[in-house]
């Protein structure tokens, strides 16, 4: 049986559109790859890009997009609202079919090794590859960001698994790893104030005090004018979107301030689209079989 993983690669250029193309045609041509879906935010400065297929071909390929991105964007003069320490600032490997974790592991690893050496490229692991408790956490590694990154790496506590103890001159460093699907998941609020996003993403993610696997932050949409919660959804098993946009609108309400929309980044399982509308359908007794196209999927 064929073996399928997902990798979810995210690049600091949103804005670039040379740029963008010549990082995403190694992912569009690449065989037993299949690119899903591609990403390019300009506030943010970000290009998120979800592919899926046979576990190398999807190292290899993701890789090449990489070397391109090391070679085409200077981190001296980014800025976007989006955290970031590198060009190649975080690519996640995941298990889809036929694939166990262990294995995921390993991609992340070699993918690690291999950047590092033909492009001279910090990189930590993080989550399940990570080597310490206190690696595991991408928002603890990338703390300080670009900006900071020399004088973090000086730390020996802040060796990197793999490259050099300097940030690439150009590139920055790199974090990738194994995990679970993420789910990347923003709301949109009816003000220009960033500083109540802020406030909001404080209460919602689990290091203040929030949901147990919400990772938040608040951004400015300068573009049209609009603040928004951005989150990372870590487990959307155990913490669903319809628990997260309750409690930003909980939380709005306390500054006379409502949701006007929402948004995903990239893909996500069906399963965390079922839980919200059996929540707020208040479906009973509802099972996914009696989805038709999960019944369609079932020889598939």
Same mark, same amino acid.
């Given at each position: 049986m064929s073996k399928i993983v997902e990798s979810v690669p995210n690049f600091s250029e949103g804005r670039d559109e040379?740029?963008?193309?010549?990082?995403?045609?190694?992912?569009?041509?690449?065989?037993?790859?299949?690119?899903?879906?591609?990403?390019?935010?300009?506030?943010?400065n970000r290009l998120v890009v979800t592919l899926i297929g046979e576990p190398e071909a999807v190292k290899n390929s993701v890789l090449e997009a990489s070397f391109i991105a090391v070679d085409n964007i200077d981190m001296n003069s980014h800025?976007?609202?989006?955290? /970031?320490?590198? $060009?190649v600032?975080?690519?996640?490997? +995941?298990?889809? %079919?036929?694939?166990?974790?262990?294995?995921?592991?390993?991609?992340?690893?070699?993918?690690?090794?291999?950047?590092?050496?033909?492009?001279?490229?910090?990189?930590?692991?993080?989550?399940?590859?990570?080597?310490?408790?206190?690696?595991?956490?991408?928002?603890?590694?990338?703390k300080g960001e670009y900006e900071g990154l020399e004088e973090k790496l000086q730390q020996p506590e802040w060796k990197p698994d793999y490259g050099p103890a300097r940030p690439h001159k150009t590139a920055g460093g790199c974090v990738t790893?194994?995990?679970?699907?993420?789910?990347?998941?923003?709301?949109?609020?009816?003000?220009?104030?960033?500083?109540?996003?802020?406030?909001?993403?404080?209460?919602?993610?689990?290091?203040?005090?929030?949901l147990r696997y919400c990772k938040a932050i608040?951004?400015?949409?300068?573009? /049209?004018?609009? $603040?928004?919660?951005?989150?990372?959804? +870590?487990?959307? %098993?155990?913490?669903s979107l319809y628990q997260v946009l309750e409690m930003v609108k909980f939380e709005a309400e306390r500054y006379g301030v409502k949701i006007i929309g929402s948004e995903l980044i990239g893909l996500l399982p069906a399963q965390a689209l079922i839980e919200s509308a059996e929540y707020y359908?208040?479906?009973?007794?509802?099972?996914?079989?009696?989805?038709?196209?999960?019944?369609?999927l079932e020889d598939l």
């Amino acid at each position: 049986m064929s073996k399928i993983v997902e990798s979810v690669p995210n690049f600091s250029e949103g804005r670039d559109e040379a740029v963008i193309q010549k990082i995403l045609e190694p992912l569009q041509k690449a065989e037993g790859v299949k690119l899903l879906d591609s990403s390019a935010d300009r506030d943010h400065n970000r290009l998120v890009v979800t592919l899926i297929g046979e576990p190398e071909a999807v190292k290899n390929s993701v890789l090449e997009a990489s070397f391109i991105a090391v070679d085409n964007i200077d981190m001296n003069s980014h800025q976007g609202e989006h955290p /970031r320490m590198g $060009a190649v600032d975080v690519v996640p490997f +995941t298990p889809v %079919k036929n694939v166990e974790m262990e294995e995921a592991v390993e991609l992340s690893e070699d993918f690690a090794e291999k950047l590092a050496e033909s492009r001279d490229v910090p990189v930590f692991l993080y989550e399940e590859s990570a080597r310490s408790p206190e690696r595991k956490n991408l928002a603890e590694i990338r703390k300080g960001e670009y900006e900071g990154l020399e004088e973090k790496l000086q730390q020996p506590e802040w060796k990197p698994d793999y490259g050099p103890a300097r940030p690439h001159k150009t590139a920055g460093g790199c974090v990738t790893g194994a995990r679970m699907p993420l789910v990347a998941f923003n709301i949109n609020l009816d003000t220009s104030n960033k500083s109540i996003a802020d406030r909001i993403a404080r209460n919602i993610r689990h290091s203040g005090g929030g949901l147990r696997y919400c990772k938040a932050i608040g951004i400015d949409l300068a573009e /049209r004018g609009i $603040a928004q919660v951005s989150m990372n959804m +870590t487990n959307y %098993k155990e913490t669903s979107l319809y628990q997260v946009l309750e409690m930003v609108k909980f939380e709005a309400e306390r500054y006379g301030v409502k949701i006007i929309g929402s948004e995903l980044i990239g893909l996500l399982p069906a399963q965390a689209l079922i839980e919200s509308a059996e929540y707020y359908l208040k479906l009973e007794d509802f099972k996914p079989e009696q989805i038709i196209e999960n019944r369609l999927l079932e020889d598939l």
